[in-house]
């Protein structure tokens, strides 16, 4: 088997999006039917409370490192 038949074979599959395409126009609409919830105050404190974390002190719940949480 050749080279270039052999990458052919063992090439991973292409990334696909929630819609099944690439188009930013079929992004952008699935981005605007799809509903957001927003949690209301009590329910992030109790998550955070889930957690074992207080709002002042908020980390990454895997490894506890406050620069990975996104939070700056």
Known sequence: ?????????CQL?????????????TNAFINAILPVH???????????AIL???ADNIRCA????KNTSGIT
Do not use: F, N, W
């Open 1 to 9: 088997m050749g080279k270039a038949k052999s990458r052919s074979i």
């Open 13 to 25: 599959p292409k990334v696909s999006t929630v819609s099944g395409r690439s188009s930013s126009i």
């Open 38 to 48: 927003k949690p209301a105050d009590d329910e992030v404190l109790e998550a955070l």
């Open 52 to 54: 074992e974390m207080s």
């Open 62 to 65: 895997y490894c506890g490192d």
